[in-house]
């Protein structure tokens, strides 16, 4: 069975300040993993996937994550947090053969002025 | 291009009643997927569409049920329903049924509130 685990449900940061959003996934297969966001009172954009080939994903809005096998992890970062980065954050991983994506419980990003 | 939309956006039900929601997929997208985002968790997986097929089902009980019509929109509808069914419903599209045409597309979801 695949999951995902977000760790810590609220992340604050100052504008300007390295992102960190951690996420770490189980899969008995080599997974598809995403990352959406999510702002109030809306659906889920994709920020950035990865499926197969090149590790370190670039997405939109200057996002980019880096598949690691050994760690399980796909974490996801933005080198300088903008006040319009504030929502929740959705890790989620899925697997080639169907569309059962599994997401994890989210990550509330503050950004502070 | 029109995203994926869904109807109605806003919902209020009572205890017991049934509901029917609503959904478009993207233009020449063939699978639909449902999800139910309960406050506060991420979404929760409850069924998969493809060719009018049921393609996958989470774990969800038999009150909720879904069809996929030959335009590839699809219904999602809950029957007696319960105060922990409140949630936001979101509906997702992709070309087709597996992981290789990812990503899912959503739409802004239908929110359910149940008195």
């Known amino acids: 069975a695949q999951s995902v685990t977000q760790l810590g449900s609220h992340v604050s940061v100052s504008e300007g300040a390295l992102v960190l959003l951690r996420c770490n996934y189980s899969s008995s297969v080599p997974p598809y993993l995403f990352w959406y966001v999510q702002y109030p009172n809306q659906g889920l954009q994709l920020l950035l996937k990865?499926?197969?080939?090149?590790?370190l994903v670039k997405g939109i809005n200057g996002f980019e994550a880096e598949f690691k096998k050994s760690e399980t992890s796909f974490h996801l970062t933005k080198p300088s947090a903008h006040m319009s980065d504030a929502a929740e954050y959705f890790c989620?991983?899925?697997?080639?053969?169907?569309?059962?994506?599994?997401f994890g419980a989210g990550t509330r990003l503050t950004v502070k002025p | 291009d029109a995203g994926v939309t869904q109807s109605p956006t806003h919902l209020i039900k009572t205890r017991g009643q049934q509901v029917t929601l609503r959904c478009s997929p993207i233009s020449g997208h063939k699978s639909v997927s449902w999800y139910q985002q309960v406050l506060g968790q991420g979404p929760q997986f409850i069924f998969q569409?493809?060719?009018?097929?049921?393609?996958g089902r989470g774990n969800f009980p038999d009150r909720f049920s879904a069809r996929q019509f030959p335009n590839y929109s699809s219904e999602l509808n809950v029957n007696a329903l319960l105060l922990g069914d409140s949630a936001l419903y979101l509906c997702?599209?992709?070309?087709?049924?597996?992981?290789?045409?990812?990503?899912?597309?959503f739409g802004d979801g239908t929110r359910l509130s149940i008195l």
């Open positions: 990865y499926t197969t080939g090149a590790t």
């Open positions: 997702a599209s992709s070309p087709s049924a597996t992981g290789e045409s990812q990503p899912q597309h």
């Open positions: 569409y493809y060719e009018k097929e049921e393609r």
């Open positions: 989620a991983v899925t697997k080639y053969n169907n569309n059962d994506m599994r």
